[in-house]
Nanobody, 115 residues
Framework: QVQLVESGGGWVQAGGSLTLSCVAS????????MGWYRQAPGKQRELVAE???????NSGDSVKGRFAISRGDVRDTVSLTLSRLKAEDTAVYYC?????????WGQGTVVTVSS
């Protein structure tokens, strides 16, 4: 079993910044992919950014140039720095990890951007 604990969500004004963090624990083995998705009210869950095995990153078009993903010094952590936030970035942000036993999701952390 794998557990993911997110932190760092909150309320911020448009143009501001936030950093989200996720700590993974449990039967991780070799982590294939670690990253973040988000789901806004009434919309489907979408990729924000992820780091795949080997260090390559993928990100959604709407966040390129504004959000940055990084793995922590401890390998089982991942952070997402959200900059130049817009009202449309308001969503529940979910940590996601893919390991040998499957795909796992965190409970989510809410980011609210006020325009």
């Amino acid at each position: 079993q794998v557990q993911l604990v997110e932190s760092g969500g909150g309320w911020v004004q448009a143009g501001g910044s936030l950093t989200l963090s996720c700590v993974a624990s449990g039967d991780l083995g070799s982590i294939g992919t670690m990253g973040w998705y988000r789901q806004a009210p009434g919309k489907q869950r979408e990729l924000v950014a992820e780091i795949v095995s080997g260090g390559r990153t993928n990100s959604g078009d709407s966040v390129k140039g504004r959000f940055a993903i990084s793995r922590g010094d401890v390998r089982d952590t991942v952070s997402l720095t959200l900059s130049r936030l817009k009202a449309e970035d308001t969503a529940v942000y979910y940590c996601h990890v893919v390991v040998r036993t499957g795909s796992y999701w965190g409970q989510g952390t809410v980011v609210t951007v006020s325009s």
